[in-house]
């Protein structure tokens, strides 16, 4: 199953410095899962002032538990980045 998550980060004053220490273990992560086929696409979600505040994934788990099971231990989470986080079913659209 495909899935859309939109996260977005704290609005707190060390939100930004929150992301920036564990931005490094997120995106070794994010290359296994690429590596896998877990990952499709991604990025940071930014401001008006392309300052990071948040993110944006589409990835492919064989169910939605094993897709939870994997984000509770995503270091965005783990170390307090992502605190809003919307998770939709999807599916990508082919284009011939």
Same mark, same amino acid.
């Given at each position: +199953?495909?899935?859309?998550?939109?996260?977005?980060?704290?609005?707190?004053?060390?939100?930004?410095?929150?992301? +920036?220490?564990?931005?490094?273990?997120?995106?070794?992560?994010?290359?296994?899962?690429?590596?896998?086929?877990?990952?499709?696409?991604?990025?940071?979600?930014?401001?008006?002032?392309?300052? +990071?505040?948040?993110?944006?994934?589409?990835?492919?788990?064989?169910?939605?538990?094993?897709?939870?099971?994997?984000?509770?231990?995503?270091?965005?989470?783990?170390?307090?980045?992502?605190?809003?986080?919307?998770?939709?079913?999807?599916?990508?659209?082919?284009?011939?």
């Amino acid at each position: +199953m495909q899935f859309l998550i939109i996260a977005k980060d704290g609005t707190d004053k060390e939100a930004l410095d929150r992301r +920036m220490k564990v931005r490094k273990p997120h995106l070794e992560g994010v290359r296994k899962m690429r590596a896998q086929g877990e990952f499709i696409e991604g990025g940071a979600i930014l401001d008006d002032e392309g300052k +990071m505040i948040g993110s944006c994934m589409i990835v492919e788990f064989y169910s939605r538990e094993t897709m939870e099971a994997w984000l509770r231990n995503d270091p965005y989470v783990t170390a307090d980045v992502w605190r809003e986080i919307n998770i939709h079913p999807f599916k990508v659209a082919t284009v011939n």
